[in-house]
C-alpha cells in the first residue's frame, strides 16, 4: 500500500506561484508513478502533470509553460511548481501514485487563486 501527503497548497493573487509537493510512504520496493490531478467544484477530477516511472512527463495543455513536476528524496516526493497561477487554476490538488494498477490518492490540499 501507499500514503500520500500533500502540502503547499494556501491563497495566491492572479500571477502568484506555489509549490506543492507529495510524500509517498508505506510498503513499495520501486519507483512509483507519481502525478497531480486538479478537482473543481462541479467539475470532473482532471489530470494536471505527472511522471512516469521512467520519468516521462505528461501535462495538461492548461499546465504546460507554467508548471513543472519533479520528484526528489529517493524518488518518494514528487513537487508541483506552479507559476503565473491563474483563477481558473483554482481547486483541490490530489496527488496520485499507483502500484499493480491500484490506484491510491492523497487528501488534496486547496489552491486558491484571487483576481
Known amino acids: 500500500q501507499v500514503q500520500l501527503l500533500e502540502s503547499g497548497g494556501g491563497l495566491v493573487q492572479t500571477g502568484g506561484s506555489l509549490n506543492l509537493s507529495c510524500v509517498a510512504s508505506?510498503?513499495?520496493?520501486?519507483?512509483?508513478?507519481m502525478g497531480w490531478y486538479r478537482q473543481a467544484p462541479g467539475k470532473q477530477r482532471e489530470l494536471v502533470a505527472s511522471?512516469?516511472?521512467?520519468?516521462?512527463?505528461n501535462y495538461a495543455d492548461s499546465a504546460k509553460g507554467r508548471f513543472t513536476i519533479s520528484r526528489e528524496n529517493a524518488l518518494k516526493t514528487v513537487t508541483l511548481q506552479m507559476n503565473s497561477l491563474k483563477p481558473e487554476d483554482m481547486g483541490v490538488y490530489l496527488c496520485?501514485?499507483?502500484?499493480?494498477?491500484?490506484?491510491?490518492w492523497g487528501q488534496g490540499t486547496q489552491v486558491t487563486v484571487s483576481s
Open positions: 496520485w501514485s499507483a502500484i499493480r494498477g491500484r490506484s491510491y
Open positions: 508505506g510498503t513499495f520496493y520501486s519507483v512509483l508513478p
Open positions: 511522471m512516469d516511472t521512467s520519468g516521462r512527463l
